[in-house]
Every structure is written in structure tokens, then in C-alpha cells.
């Protein structure tokens, strides 16, 4: 470094406000890689940046280079889809350089993002709402916050950014104009400028009542063609009403792949698609592959049967790039909702729609209803043979554990080098385990899994972030895992595993932790949270995922024992424990005895001691996974008496064999 030269830090939000608000995979997808790619705009207007960041290493980050390719005027080498780049970065600049240039980077790439999506769609219907231009150009231009902070070299830089937050000077948007709140992100007008309760409808001469005008305004926006012709119906469903950021997050990949080169440089849209895996498809993927397997003909049949009825919109997971599907067919390819019979059942929740992509058989014509009671009775056919799909996806969300520490201690070259080896191994670990990625970028992963393999993925993902630091300097990573029900709304399960990350894995267990949690119709049925490690080093969640495998082979032992467990005794002694002066050894008694009791207890050949020596391995298992495992400055608990009992590990372990599925002893 020279004597002319200042350290910058910038950081460009909000993140929970703009990515964690999504109704579906793709709001999800669409938030985190615009919020990487804005980034990455503010990241190349600075100065020999290649050189210049200190923090992240991005030299060789596919969507920056990708970014400065386009701003230079020449092709992209390659076409990112991911995000790859933090909402943050330290770099080193001209003692001159106005920090200004960043912002304007950003805002200079957003408005023209915002500008395209307008033209394409709200301003062919701007005409049916109240202002609608201007409440667009208000929300497009207010509502980034970008911070940043320059200084000379020296001293806690590190701190200077968490200091700047304290200035307020960011003007907070002003959305206070008498609109209606937008139905994804609420603290935004919709864009019809309409008031429902107030102006949405008026009395005609003859007394009647004209039709709801912000209602015109949505279904005229929902009628409009996207680039092939497709209607808007299933992009904005009935009773949405957005705002422009929302809009712009939801529609930018219905822009046609020209008009997305036009704006970005490359088509980031999957495989020019625009189309991601939906929760429901995510929760089928094993099913898909079971179903298709062993009633390939019934399979093929049913996918024809929608083909030949239906229109192509209905084939909507073309693109899903799901590891474990197979690689022929257009039945792996169906809308998820034909994978589930109450989705089927429901008119509202899931219109048909015929070859010109109109609604057919709604709940106001019931014309077609013999198409959809045809396609039941398929349905209902495969899944005679073959089972139900449980309908249960994971999302995983993943977070270094005191990097802004490590960065003051270990300097930013160490740090950034650790987490850009971690970064590359994300995507092919994530596929591996039929996951789909939504980001990856420096210590920060959000992937969504079938329930089968998401434990599996985040013990590998686990131990390849410790695997990407020195010897001398092994790092942690905590992570929130939430098992949810399709139907959920995704909002609710993004929140769920920020929450289980922050609060929970990493403020209330201490970090180097794994929190889940399981959300049912009924509600949460599950919170379990323990270090990644036992005393002795072996993975709990291993454990647990051994205990589910067992289960799901009734061997040695079925779900009612671990429903019977958690009711005759876990339940009831709980935090009793040292009350009741039980020692582990004398709980590991009782619970032998009940297990030898139990009718289901197989019947084995062998050796009888052999068997013994089994069975007490198993008690063993069952109430180590049983105990709370904190994470202390002296490192992870080992076997003590009077620590009370929890049950969730079992219950998680007893959800993951049933795959979701209910079974007896569930709440109805």
C-alpha cells in the first residue's frame, strides 16, 4: 500500500427486506442474485478492483467478471445464474476516489433493470390504475440503502461500517400516501394506486355496483402475454397485488431472453427458461424417480394425459436440474401441484388452463370439470401402486461462525482465501446431494433439498468449510435446517431458518451449531438444536440420520417404540431428571427394559450376548441424542447427570423415516 491511498467499506441492503420476502422459489433465487449483482456493479466501478478488493477475493468471481465484461462492451466469457458475491466488500482506493461512484453503479444498473420490466409489462396497463407511473418511479428510486465509509489505513477499519449505522442518515422510504399495503412486501404501496375499502368499487346511475377497479387492474396485469405468448396467471396469482420491487423480482425473468441479455450482459435465467424447481417438485423429486421407476407406462400415461389436454405452462419444472430425477420423459417435468391430490381437488389453487392459456373449469364454470376428474382418477391410479408423495422439501441456510473476529485477527488475504475454497466446492456438494442452490457467496449458503438428503448436505457442507481453512486455524459454520410442508407459505419457512440460524443455532446454542426444525399443517412440530459434535467427535446428526434409516427398516426397532419412549418416559421425567437422582446408566436400564418389552422387538438369530451388546448400543444412542448439547467456551458437553431430557431429536429422526407421512400417534 502507498501513503495516497484510503480504505473503503460499502455495503448495499436491505437483504431480509429484498430477498427474504418471496411467495416462491424463484422470488427467492431472483432477490439474492439481484442484490449480488447490484453488488458487483458498485465492486467494478472502483478502480483497478481486481487489485483493490481486499475483501471478498473476487478476482475470479464468474458474475463480477461477467458484470465488467458487459460494462466494457464484450461478451460476457461465461453466463452466471447464482449469487456468488456478499452484500459487502472492503476495498483499497485513491485518497480522491468519491465513494459516490459505487452508489450511482448500483443505481444506474437497477433503474435500467426497472425500466425494462415497466416497458415489457405495468406500462400496458398503467392506464387502469391511479398514479401508477408515479408510485413505480417513487418505489424504483427510494428504496436501496447504501452505506459506506472511507478512512486513511489503520486502526479497527472493521468496526467502521457497524459505527456508520448509528449516523441515520439513510432517509427511510416514504410510503405513507393512502394505498394499499403490497400482499409480499407490506411495507410498500401496490402499484394500482387503488384503495379497496374506499374507491375500488362505485355505485353505476341505475344504483348497481361497477366491478372493483383494483381488481380490473390486477386481472387486465394478469391477463398480459409474456415473451412466448404466456399469460401472467400463474406468475401472479389471484389476490396478489404488488409493488414494483416485488414486480420487478417476479417478472424480470418473463422478459425475453433478448431483452435480458439487453439488461445484464448474459441471460441468467435457467438454461434461458426463467423457471426454478417449486417447493412441491423439491418434496417429489425421490417420489418422481420411485414413481417413474416402477410404473414407468402408468407414468408416461398421465404426463400425456395433461399434455394433450392442457397447456404447455403446466409442464412448468422443465428446467429443475434435479440430481437424483430421471433423465428421460416429460413426466419429471409436470407442475407439482399434479403431484398432490388436494391441489388437484382445488379450483382456485390450481386453475387449469386450456391450449390458448385460458382458465378453464374455475370455480364460476365448472364446463371442463370432466378433464379435471379424469386426471384425479390418474393420479389416483399411480399412486395405488406406487404411493403418495409426503409433500416435505428443506431449506438449509448456512453462516460462518465470528468472520468479522477473524478478519481483524487472521487479516483479510487469510479469510478471503478460506471462504473462496469453501465457495467452489458449494455448488458441486449441493447437486450431489439433489439440492438446488440459491447462493453461495463467501461464508453464506441457502440451498433447498428433498428431505432425504438435506442432513446428509449439511454435514458435507459443514465439513467442507472447516476442511477450507489452515491446520492451525479450523473455523466453524453454523446452520438453520427447516422441514416444511409445500404448502407453507415460503415467506414463513425463509423466517423460520433465518431464525433458527441467528437466534438460535448461533446466539441461544453458542455457534458451531445445527438448529431444525419441522413445520406442519398443525404447526411446529419440531425444534432441535445441538453442537455439530458429540464429546467424543462423532456427528449427532449422523446419528440421527442412522436412528431414521433403522427406523424406516423396522430394524431394530420401529416409530411406535419411539413414540412409546417419548410418552411413557421422556415426556413424563424431562427436566425431572435430577430430581428423580436417575443416573444415565439407570435411565439406559429402564430404557432397555421397555425395549425388551416391546411386541415389535424383532426376532433374531445370532448370538444372544451379540444381540444384548446391540440393543444396549442402541439405548446408548437414544439418550445421548436425548440430551440439550450447548456450545461452551470449554467446548461441548460430555455425559453428566441432572441435565434434563428432550425428546425433538427423536421426533426429528422418527419425521425423516416416515418421510412426512403420518403415522399413528400424530396430532390429527
Not at 427 to 446: C, E, I
Amino acid at each position: 500500500m502507498t501513503d495516497n491511498k484510503h480504505i473503503l467499506h460499502f455495503f448495499l441492503g436491505p437483504v431480509q427486506g429484498f430477498i427474504g420476502t418471496a411467495r416462491r422459489t424463484r422470488d427467492l433465487w431472483a432477490g439474492s442474485f439481484l442484490l449480488s449483482w447490484l453488488t458487483a456493479h458498485a465492486i467494478a466501478s472502483i478502480p483497478d478492483w481486481r487489485k483493490s478488493i481486499l475483501f471478498p477475493h473476487v478476482a475470479n468471481d464468474d458474475l463480477i467478471n461477467a458484470v465488467t465484461a458487459k460494462l466494457e462492451g464484450v461478451r460476457p466469457a461465461s453466463s452466471p445464474s447464482i449469487a456468488t458475491v456478499p452484500n459487502r466488500f472492503k476495498a483499497e482506493v485513491p485518497q480522491d476516489f468519491d465513494p459516490a461512484v459505487c452508489g450511482k453503479a448500483v443505481d444506474d444498473a437497477w433503474k435500467n433493470l426497472a425500466a425494462a420490466v415497466r416497458d415489457a409489462f405495468p406500462d400496458k396497463v398503467a392506464s387502469k390504475g391511479k398514479e401508477t407511473q408515479s408510485i413505480w418511479d417513487r418505489q424504483v428510486g427510494n428504496f436501496w440503502e447504501i452505506r459506506w465509509v472511507k478512512g486513511e489505513r489503520g486502526g479497527n477499519d472493521g468496526a467502521w461500517l457497524d459505527n456508520r449505522k448509528s449516523w441515520r442518515s439513510h432517509q427511510p422510504h416514504d410510503e405513507n400516501k393512502g394505498g394499499d399495503h403490497c400482499t409480499l412486501m407490506g411495507d410498500w404501496q401496490e402499484i394500482s394506486g387503488y384503495v379497496r375499502a374506499r374507491e375500488g368499487a362505485r355505485r353505476k346511475p341505475d344504483g348497481s355496483k361497477d366491478d372493483n377497479r383494483q381488481d380490473k387492474f390486477w386481472n387486465a396485469f394478469r391477463d398480459l402475454d409474456d415473451w412466448k405468448g404466456n399469460k401472467l396467471l400463474l406468475d401472479i396469482v389471484e389476490g396478489e397485488r404488488l409493488c414494483a420491487i416485488a414486480l420487478i423480482k417476479r417478472l424480470f425473468p418473463r422478459l425475453s431472453p433478448k431483452a435480458r441479455t439487453d439488461v445484464f450482459g448474459w441471460d441468467p435465467c435457467r438454461e434461458g427458461g426463467g423457471n426454478w424447481p417449486s417447493t412441491g417438485h423439491i418434496a417429489a423429486a425421490h417420489w418422481i424417480t420411485r414413481a417413474w421407476k416402477n410404473e414407468q407406462n402408468l407414468c408416461e400415461s398421465y404426463a400425456t394425459l395433461v399434455e394433450k389436454n392442457l397447456h404447455p405452462l403446466h409442464f412448468a419444472e422443465q428446467k429443475s436440474q434435479i440430481s437424483c430425477l430421471p433423465e428421460e420423459g416429460r413426466f419429471k417435468e409436470l407442475d407439482a401441484n399434479f403431484f398432490d391430490e388436494n391441489d388437484l381437488k382445488n379450483r382456485r389453487a390450481m386453475p387449469l388452463l386450456d391450449k390458448n392459456s385460458n382458465p378453464i373449469d374455475t370455480p364460476n364454470d365448472a364446463r371442463h370439470a370432466d378433464i379435471r376428474v379424469t386426471i384425479m382418477n390418474s393420479f389416483e391410479e399411480l399412486t395405488n401402486k406406487v404411493g403418495a408423495p409426503a409433500g416435505y422439501f428443506a431449506l438449509l441456510r448456512m453462516d460462518g461462525d465470528n468472520v468479522g473476529s477473524l478478519l481483524e485477527t487472521l487479516g483479510d488475504d487469510k479469510v478471503s482465501e478460506a471462504l473462496q475454497r469453501f465457495t467452489v466446492r458449494v455448488q458441486d456438494l449441493v447437486r450431489k446431494n439433489n439440492g438446488v442452490l440459491v447462493y453461495a457467496g463467501g461464508d453464506d449458503v441457502l440451498a433447498l433439498f428433498p428431505i432425504e438428503d438435506a442432513l446428509k448436505a449439511a454435514l458435507e457442507l459443514r465439513r467442507a468449510y472447516v476442511n477450507a481453512w489452515p491446520g492451525d486455524d479450523p473455523q466453524t459454520i453454523s446452520a438453520g435446517l427447516v422441514f416444511a410442508d409445500h404448502h407453507e407459505p415460503f415467506r414463513h419457512v425463509v423466517e423460520e431458518s433465518r431464525r433458527l440460524l441467528e437466534d438460535i443455532a448461533k446466539d441461544r446454542n453458542g455457534r458451531d451449531s445445527i438448529a431444525c426444525s419441522v413445520l406442519k399443517p398443525s404447526g411446529k412440530a419440531v425444534e432441535w438444536v445441538a453442537t455439530w459434535t458429540l464429546s467424543d467427535c462423532s456427528f449427532l446428526t449422523e446419528k440421527i440420520g442412522e436412528i431414521a434409516a433403522q427406523m424406516r427398516d423396522e430394524r431394530p426397532f420401529s416409530s411406535r417404540f419411539i413414540y412409546n419412549l417419548r410418552t411413557r418416559y421422556l415426556d413424563p421425567i424431562g427436566d425431572r431428571f435430577d430430581e428423580l437422582n436417575l443416573t444415565p446408566n439407570e435411565l439406559e436400564a429402564i430404557l432397555a427394559a421397555e425395549r425388551s418389552g416391546s411386541r415389535e422387538l424383532p426376532k433374531e438369530d445370532g448370538d444372544k450376548e451379540e444381540r444384548k451388546q446391540r440393543e444396549r448400543e442402541l439405548i446408548r444412542t437414544i439418550r445421548q441424542i436425548s440430551r440439550p448439547h450447548t456450545n461452551e467456551a470449554t467446548g461441548p458437553r460430555g455425559d453428566t447427570t441432572g441435565e434434563p431430557l428432550q425428546t425433538d431429536a427423536l421426533m426429528l429422526a422418527r419425521f425423516l423415516a416416515q418421510k412426512g407421512l403420518k403415522v399413528e400417534g400424530d396430532k390429527k
